[in-house]
C-alpha cells in the first residue's frame, strides 16, 4: 500500500491531529510529493450479465479533495457539494430546491426529523428545513464538521475532527450531550464513520476503536476493538475504523486501516470473528456476506457467521475504489478513475460497468429503485440496474 501524507498537522490546531490523505501516492516525506501515482490497472473485458443504464443527473458543487455522500429520505436525494445543499427526487432527477449555505462544506448531505445536514470546515452545522431548503438553525462546534450527518429521534448527530461526537437538538441546535476521545497523533481522511440502529449509535474511531452509544443521551454503552495500532513510527501505528460500521438484527461489524474487518455482538461488544484485512475505505453487509474494499483496491466478501472468505475480486488494483454498496444480487463500488463496477454477489464476478465524469471517493447509495454516487465534480448520477 502506498500513501501520501496531506500535510495538515499545523493548520489543525483546532481538531488536534494531523490527516493522512490520499492513498494512492508512495510517501515523500512530511514536505516531499514523492513520485507519481502508479497506474490503474487496466480494465478487464467481460459480457455483460445485467443492464446498468443512467436514470439522471444533477449538479451541487466542485467537492474538490472532500469526502461528501449523498443520501436518500423518502422519494429525495439529499446532496452537498461546495457551498450548497441540493434535494433532487429521486424519479426524475428534478431538482425541489437548491440553498448557497455561504459555507464551504465539508460533511453531508444528511436527512431526517424534517431537516436536511450539512458541516463545513470551520465547524458550522447547518440544518436546513426538507420541505423548503430554508436554514432553520446553524452553530459553531468545535472543529472541522466529517463524516455522516444523522438525525434520529429528536437528536441530530455529528461529528468533528478533534475526535468529538455531539449530540444536538432537532428544534434548535443546542447541545443535548458531547462525547469526546483522545485522538493519535495522524489520522486517515474518511475514518471515524457512525450508524444508528434501535437507539443505540455505533461509532468507529481513530485508533481502532469501535463504540457503542445511547444516543438519547450519549451515554457509553460498550468499547470494543477493531485493530491495534502496531509499529515503530506514528505512521506504522495508524489503524482508524474507516467508513461507516454495518449494522444488522445481531452484530455490528467495522474494519480498520493496518488492521482486521471484525464483528461484535451488539448486545456488549463480544468478538464474534475477525479476519486480518487493511482498508482505507470501508465495508458493506447483506443477508449472507460482509464485503470489503481493501487497500489494495480489491472487493472480499466475508460469509457474516463464520467469517470465513467467500471470493475476492483484485481486478481493480490501483483504481482506488470505493467502499462497496450492497445491493441485493449485486455489489456496487466505484473508482478514482469515474467508472461504476457492479459485481455480482455470488462470486464477485463483472456483471455490468458504467462510465461518470470524475472520480469517485464515497460509497454509492442505495436511492431505491437504484443507486446513485456522487463525484469530485459534484455531479450526482443515479442508476437502474436490471
Known amino acids: 500500500m502506498k500513501i501520501r501524507l496531506i500535510v495538515t498537522g499545523l493548520a489543525l490546531v483546532l481538531s488536534g491531529c494531523s490527516t493522512v490523505g490520499s492513498m494512492t501516492s508512495t510517501v515523500g516525506?512530511?514536505?516531499?510529493?514523492?513520485?507519481?501515482?502508479?497506474?490503474?490497472?487496466?480494465?478487464?473485458?467481460?459480457?455483460?450479465?445485467?443492464?446498468?443504464?443512467?436514470?439522471?443527473?444533477?449538479?451541487?458543487?466542485?467537492?474538490?479533495?472532500?469526502?461528501?455522500?449523498?443520501?436518500?429520505?423518502?422519494?429525495?436525494?439529499?446532496?452537498?457539494?461546495?457551498?450548497?445543499?441540493?434535494?433532487?427526487a429521486v424519479p426524475t432527477g428534478n431538482t425541489v430546491w437548491k440553498t448557497d449555505t455561504g459555507v464551504k462544506l465539508s460533511a453531508g448531505a444528511g436527512a431526517g426529523q424534517g431537516l436536511a445536514l450539512a458541516g463545513g470546515g470551520k465547524g458550522e452545522l447547518l440544518a436546513l428545513d426538507l420541505a423548503s431548503g430554508q436554514l432553520r438553525w446553524k452553530v459553531a462546534l468545535s472543529?472541522?464538521?466529517?463524516?455522516?450527518?444523522?438525525?434520529?429521534?429528536?437528536?441530530?448527530?455529528?461529528?468533528?475532527?478533534?475526535?468529538?461526537?455531539?449530540?444536538?437538538?432537532?428544534?434548535?441546535?443546542?447541545?443535548?450531550?458531547?462525547?469526546?476521545?483522545?485522538?493519535p497523533a495522524l489520522s486517515l481522511r474518511g475514518s471515524g464513520g457512525m450508524v444508528v440502529r434501535d437507539g443505540v449509535l455505533y461509532a468507529g474511531f481513530p485508533g481502532g476503536k469501535l463504540v457503542a452509544l445511547n444516543a438519547a443521551n450519549g451515554a457509553q454503552l460498550w468499547e470494543a476493538t477493531v485493530a491495534l495500532p502496531?509499529?515503530?513510527?506514528?505512521?506504522?501505528?495508524?489503524?482508524?475504523?474507516?467508513?461507516?460500521?454495518?449494522?444488522?438484527?445481531?452484530?455490528?461489524?467495522?474494519?480498520?486501516?493496518?488492521?482486521?474487518?471484525?464483528?461484535?455482538?451488539?448486545?456488549?461488544?463480544?468478538?464474534l470473528w475477525a479476519r486480518d484485512t487493511s482498508s482505507n475505505s470501508g465495508l458493506a453487509m447483506d443477508e449472507r456476506n460482509v464485503y470489503v474494499t481493501d487497500d489494495k483496491d480489491a472487493v472480499t466478501a466475508y460469509d457474516k457467521a463464520s467469517g470465513r472468505a467467500g471470493?475476492?475480486?483484485?481486478?481493480?488494483?490501483?483504481?482506488?475504489?470505493?467502499?462497496?454498496?450492497?445491493?441485493?444480487?449485486?455489489?456496487?463500488?466505484?473508482?478514482?478513475?469515474?467508472?461504476?463496477?457492479?459485481?455480482?454477489?455470488?462470486?464477485?464476478?463483472?456483471?455490468?460497468?458504467?462510465?461518470?465524469?470524475?472520480?469517485?471517493?464515497?460509497?454509492?447509495?442505495?436511492?431505491?429503485?437504484?443507486f446513485a454516487v456522487q463525484t469530485a465534480k459534484g455531479t450526482v448520477v443515479a442508476f437502474r440496474l436490471k
Open 311 to 370: 471470493w475476492r475480486q483484485d481486478k481493480l488494483a490501483r483504481r482506488e475504489v470505493t467502499a462497496p454498496l450492497a445491493l441485493g444480487v449485486w455489489v456496487v463500488v466505484a473508482d478514482g478513475e469515474g467508472v461504476v463496477h457492479v459485481l455480482s454477489s455470488d462470486d464477485g464476478s463483472f456483471v455490468a460497468r458504467a462510465k461518470v465524469d470524475s472520480s469517485v471517493r464515497t460509497a454509492p447509495v442505495d436511492i431505491g429503485p437504484g
Open 29 to 88: 516525506g512530511w514536505f516531499g510529493a514523492g513520485p507519481a501515482r502508479a497506474k490503474p490497472a487496466e480494465l478487464v473485458e467481460f459480457k455483460p450479465a445485467a443492464t446498468l443504464t443512467e436514470a439522471w443527473k444533477g449538479d451541487t458543487g466542485d467537492a474538490g479533495s472532500t469526502l461528501l455522500r449523498p443520501q436518500a429520505e423518502g422519494d429525495d436525494v439529499f446532496a452537498a457539494g461546495g457551498s450548497r445543499v441540493v434535494r433532487m
Open 230 to 271: 502496531r509499529g515503530a513510527t506514528e505512521l506504522e501505528r495508524v489503524a482508524d475504523v474507516m467508513g461507516n460500521p454495518v449494522v444488522d438484527e445481531r452484530q455490528v461489524c467495522a474494519v480498520a486501516y493496518q488492521g482486521r474487518v471484525a464483528c461484535f455482538d451488539r448486545r456488549n461488544g463480544e468478538l
Open 143 to 183: 472543529s472541522e464538521v466529517t463524516g455522516q450527518l444523522l438525525a434520529v429521534t429528536g437528536i441530530v448527530i455529528a461529528r468533528t475532527g478533534d475526535g468529538r461526537v455531539h449530540g444536538l437538538a432537532v428544534a434548535d441546535g443546542s447541545r443535548k450531550w458531547l462525547y469526546t476521545r483522545n485522538l
